[in-house]
């Protein structure tokens, strides 16, 4: 976990990028250590939200480490090419499939996967100044990947997103919060805290309430009509009126 920072404080997991000299870009360890952290927060209980950060570097995540990881990924088989693609990519999966919201705090650039880091989390608070950017595309590989062609045109609608992954131009964190990217714009210096503040609501909610309305978010965004977003939604009710039954004695 040397390239990640972690800590619990009241139900809430504090997790920074630590790859500080290289703008924490990922490299092998890095996407390791990465998809053990949501291994081990798919059953944990005590931990509610997820505040995600860049820690110490000037920027959230310049993407993929091409001066490591992407040149031992040109000598593997193809075979070995496509498992480490797909085992990056899981990882954005992984952050769905947490129970845990996702506080993501984006400061300088996040391009490439720190782009999709931002996309699979739930609840996006940008730096003033701040940036992200599909860098894909900008590096001879197709714009659609690490899940960006599945998560921006839900996000912001696929006309922008169209843009943005055809180009690989940046967005703003003016233009994220007009887009409806970006839940917040703040001063840099503001951002952890307006992190925490959003974090300590959703913490003092019913737990299971918090985590299974994460998880009807998430189910309806692919749900095939009304009656199946309906389904999901009134499973959940039913099941939460049973719990808060069963715990209150009554």
Known sequence: MENLKYHVKDHIGYL???????YNAFDGQMVEAFEQFWQDRRYDEDVRVVILDGGEAKGFCAGLDMTT?????????PTAIYNA????????MAMRQAPQPIVCCVHGSASGIGFSL???????????????????????????DMAS??????????????????????????????????????????MMETAEEL????????????????????????????EAALHMEDRNQAMLIYYLKLISGK
């Open 118 to 144: 931002a996309m699979a989390s739930d609840i996006r608070i940008m730096a003033e100044g701040s940036r992200c950017n599909a860098a894909y595309i900008n590096i001879g590989l197709g714009g659609a």
């Open 85 to 92: 693609q797909a085992r990056m990519a899981r990882t954005l």
């Open 199 to 226: 974090a300590r609501t959703m913490a003092g909610k019913t737990p299971l309430a918090l985590r299974m309305t994460k998880e009807a978010i998430n189910v309806n965004l692919d749900a095939g009509g009304l």
């Open 69 to 77: 990881y992407a040149v031992e990924m040109y000598d593997k088989s």
């Open 16 to 22: 920074s990028l630590n790859r500080p000299d290289k």
């Open 149 to 190: 062609s599945y998560f921006l045109p839900r996000l912001i609608g696929s006309g922008r997103a169209n843009e943005f992954l055809l180009t690989g131009n940046f967005m703003s964190a003016q233009e994220a919060l007009s887009l409806g990217f970006a839940s917040r714009v703040v001063p840099k210096e503001k």
